[in-house]
């Protein structure tokens, strides 16, 4: 009996993943202009960080060779501004949803089986049916870590960013050039934050290619979706092509930026502490019901 369950229970999984991978290959294949755009962009041949490089694992070669085989559109959406932010390479991210993926089409089956041996019943047909869209919906998993450690990570470079304007505006102020108060900045900084690290990494290969170091910065800001260095990125072209003098600004912008963080750390305390409100006041509600139960049983109770 165990050994019939068992069959059908790895019959009914491997439907599943038969109607997943036929639905994959049914899907129109066409290219992915932001892919195709990225190759033959300048931006594509620059050498890998070394704060971003990692060693390709096998959970990577299976991304990359997933994203070979599988359509563009079985991925529906890669957040790729999230994951250079990070620096997560995309293979890595195929591999994760495609781990998460093979998790949904299993757990349904070993669910199943511990459901029997307790004497639950459950039906045999059940892990086909559920199956396919347990792996769907676990495949967004590696989506949501991505786009929620990214938003901590911003924060966490608007925090590094607005010291970073502070430094500038003070190299400014000593008398350095625009590039040289820029890439002095960055290197007080690039042994303790990964930020100061890769504006420092900009800034260098800006300096072997030949491009000015402020469109460095609004290339990388471009990249990662961050205004507050396209902010940056303009009042240094200004100090380098008109000769402005930018220390006001620089260190104004940097203070707008703390008044910014501090509103919206205020806000968080703030609705944390509202979501505090309703525990808080649970046990009270269950003492007073205590209370007002037995004369409530008193009253409707028939004498």
Do not use: C
Not at 165 to 175: H, K, S
Request: net charge neutral.
């Amino acid at each position: 009996m165990t050994t019939g369950l068992q069959l059908s229970l790895l019959a009914g999984g491997l439907v599943g993943l038969g109607l997943v991978l036929i639905v994959a290959r049914l899907l129109p294949v066409q290219p992915d202009l932001a892919d195709a755009l990225e190759r033959l962009s300048a931006s594509a041949h620059r050498p890998e960080s070394a704060a971003t490089r990692t060693p390709q694992s096998r959970l990577e070669r299976l991304g990359l060779w997933a994203a070979r085989v599988l359509p563009a559109g079985a991925w529906v959406r890669t957040p790729r501004r999230e994951l250079d932010l990070l620096g997560i390479p995309v293979g890595r991210f195929y591999g994760e949803k495609l781990a998460f993926a093979g998790l949904g089409l299993v757990m349904p089956s070993v669910v199943t089986l511990f459901a029997d041996y307790l004497g639950l019943g459950f039906p045999l047909v059940l892990p086909a049916l559920v199956s396919p869209a347990a792996a769907v919906v676990l495949s967004f998993v590696p989506n949501y870590n991505a786009v929620d450690d990214a938003r901590r990570a911003r924060l966490e470079l608007t925090r590094a960013l607005s010291a970073y304007i502070e430094l500038v505006a003070l190299e400014r102020d000593n008398g350095s050039g625009p590039r040289q108060a820029m890439e002095i900045a960055a290197a007080v900084g690039s042994s303790g934050s990964w930020v100061f690290r890769r504006t420092s990494e900009e800034l260098n290969r800006s300096r072997w290619s030949g491009l000015p170091p402020w469109d460095a910065l609004r290339t990388l800001a471009t990249e990662l979706g961050l205004p507050e260095l396209e902010d940056l990125s303009d009042i240094m072209r200004l100090s380098g092509e008109d000769g402005a003098s930018v220390y006001t600004t620089l260190r104004a912008r940097a203070a707008a930026m703390r008044t910014a963080l501090l509103n919206k750390e205020l806000a968080d305390a703030n609705a944390t502490g509202e979501r505090m409100t309703l525990p808080a006041t649970l046990p009270f509600l269950v003492f007073l019901a205590l209370l007002i139960a037995p004369m409530v049983t008193r009253m409707i109770t028939p004498t």
